[in-house]
């Protein structure tokens, strides 16, 4: 039998996410500090603007006017909330699954320096291990984002991409939404024994790449999930090639990505797919509540508030994912 992912319901409370601040060589930086931080936390859906290098266009980004000190060889972390006002409990909705990344770019002027076009390198991912998905160990790690920055690269100033990429609406073209901010850091101590092969953003994404444009809900427990983009970059010289899982925290062995299916059953619904034949109970509704801006609305198996608070409507993404907008 093959069995398809059932898409678990959404809290209204918490849909969208932003890399709120920054913790490295044991100290936690404030809220914006060395961050260039939006005030509202949507996604950029266009892989080809230049919104995607560090946020910005419909999601104004504030400039700070801090440089983070970071060693080489080090492990940061960047900190994800819902809002800017989040705390450790809501970080990002559980549906919206899909991987986790970081970036690196070489400036001479993290304050000013726009982040668009040539020069990034990528140096974190986690894809999909074990039936975990990268942003649901984020999640489960209270918003944590383990980065480790490379040994070998010369030191200085450096802009830091930390991104979370979610696939619940993915199945279309341009429905991948993507969360990212820059940090400005100073790597220092770091020996430049490395020069790593860099790429342009945009240009790292195409719409169509196989870990954009995705049913994460079809997929087998043999099929393998691609994290887009181009492969990692390792002191060592080697690199997971943007089909293989990653490690999303130290010492994490590298493994490949495999997408599981899972059957959702609980007292008030359950729904269970065939090759032939997807059948589905009747789930009773709350009464009285109403869904948020980006929030679920919506789905095979979901069971919260299906109606959207005013002006937003529920528009369906997929069978799966409906959501007000």
């Not at 998905?133 to 450096?158: E, H, L, R």
Request: glycine content about 12%; aromatic content about 8%; proline content about 6%.
């Amino acid at each position: 039998m093959k069995v398809l992912s059932l898409l678990a319901a959404a809290s209204a409370a918490s849909a969208h996410t932003i890399f709120v601040q920054l913790e490295a060589g044991g100290t936690t930086y404030p809220v914006s500090y060395g961050i260039r931080t939006p005030s509202y936390d949507g996604p950029i859906t266009d892989v080809t603007s230049n919104d995607l290098a560090c946020n910005g266009g419909p999601n104004p980004t504030t400039p700070s006017d801090k440089i983070i000190t970071v060693n080489a060889g080090s492990t940061v972390k960047a900190i994800w909330r819902h809002t800017l006002t989040s705390g450790a409990d809501d970080v990002m909705d559980a549906s919206h699954k899909g991987p986790t990344l970081a970036y690196l770019k070489k400036v001479d002027n993290a304050l000013t320096d726009t982040g668009i076009g040539g020069g990034w390198f990528k140096i974190q991912e986690d894809g999909y291990n074990n039936g975990q998905w990268g942003t649901s160990t984020v999640i489960s790690n209270g918003g944590f984002q383990y980065i480790d920055i490379p040994s070998c690269i010369p030191s200085g100033q450096y802009l830091l991409r930390a991104e979370m990429i979610a696939l619940h609406a993915a199945s279309s073209t341009a429905g991948a939404q993507l969360y990212m901010e820059c940090a400005q850091i100073n790597i220092v101590g770091g020996t430049g024994t490395a020069s790593p092969s860099t790429y342009s953003i945009p240009g790292i994404y195409k719409a169509t790449d196989p870990g954009l444009l995705v049913n994460i809900y079809s997929m087998g427990t043999s099929s393998a999930y691609t994290i887009p983009g181009p492969a990692k970059f390792t002191c060592s010289g080697s690199g997971s090639g943007g089909g293989g899982g990653s490690n999303p925290s130290p010492g994490t062995t590298t493994t490949t990505s495999k997408v599981s299916s899972v059957v959702a059953t609980s007292t008030t619904s359950k729904a269970v797919a065939t090759s032939t034949t997807l059948k589905t109970s009747v789930v009773a509704q709350p009464t009285g509540c109403t869904a948020a801006q980006w929030a679920q609305c919506g789905g095979i198996g979901f069971s919260g508030c299906t109606t959207c608070a005013s002006p937003y409507t529920c528009k369906k993404q997929n069978d799966y994912y409906s959501q007000c907008s």
